[in-house]
């Protein structure tokens, strides 16, 4: 069964190969490197594990890695006046703003202060809405990871119906988006949506981005699917704590088509989009030409 395993793992180790071979011929055209800031509010155990991947990934392609670590009790507009310095500073291409934020700080505030063309997460409104227009854009680094997964798969999804299960902003809704831009026909369903189970048997693709354990069982899916997991859980089985998805990986791969296991399906290809984003908005502040996404990852 492992040739229906989508593996996120060796995708993105080539994406950043490329990453890494475009960074290097924008250096020798321009004399400039790319650099990502990211900044760190708190000790928060799981966005220090991935600030420390981010950073290392980000050193590994050969751009520059700038890391802001704060106390958890950073003012609102301390954290703005780093911004703000960090979108007027040269040497930063990207700002990344590691998720959650404590309470006193407000996200939307914080995230939409970042210049869009240094808004590598795609968070910021503006890129939100080129995404939706169907202009270039900065796209938010989970679903443009699951995008490229897929397209592994089929380029074009033309009479394919996919369910995205979960409709958040940083997934969910932009996911959306890029589906629609491969011509599927996309339903979105969250916790309102009645009889969730009868919808996803009617899928042929299903991006499970909800935040609930093994949710997804194989009577929900029909035979042949293909599986996007965007979950990580942590949880506790056999006396040992185990990542998971919100698919039940194991009951669902006898019957899906293809599946991305968790870990190392869409986990890496989100730092490997991160590094993506950096080098697409490094070119116009290069004043570079911005290749197509494709001849990229071509």
Known sequence: MSNKIIDGKLISSEIREKVKKFGSQ????????????????GENPASRVYVKNKIEKTIEVGF?????????????????????????????????VQLPLPEHVNSDKILDRIKPEKDVDGFHANNVGKLWSGLNSLVPCTPLGCSILIKKISKDLSGKHAVIIGRSNIVGKPMAALLLEMNATVTICHSRTKDLESVCKNADIIV????????????????????IDVG???????????????????????????????PGGVGPMTIACLLLNTLLASYPQFNQPTPDLSSILE
């Open 26 to 41: 924008l250096k020798n055209k321009t004399g400039k490197v790319p650099g990502l800031a990211v900044v760190l509010v």
């Open 64 to 96: 520059n890695s700038i890391e802001h670590k704060l106390s958890e009790k950073v003012s609102e507009n301390e954290l703005i006046d780093l911004v703000d310095k960090l979108n007027n500073d040269e040497n930063v291409q990207g700002i990344l």
């Open 208 to 227: 499970a981005a909800v935040g609930i354990p093994e949710m997804v069982k194989s009577n929900w899916i029909k035979e042949g699917s293909i599986i």
């Open 232 to 262: 990580i859980n942590r949880i506790e089985r056999d006396a040992k704590k185990i990542l998971v998805g919100d698919v039940d990986y194991d009951d669902c791969l006898t019957k899906c088509s293809l599946i991305t296991p968790v």
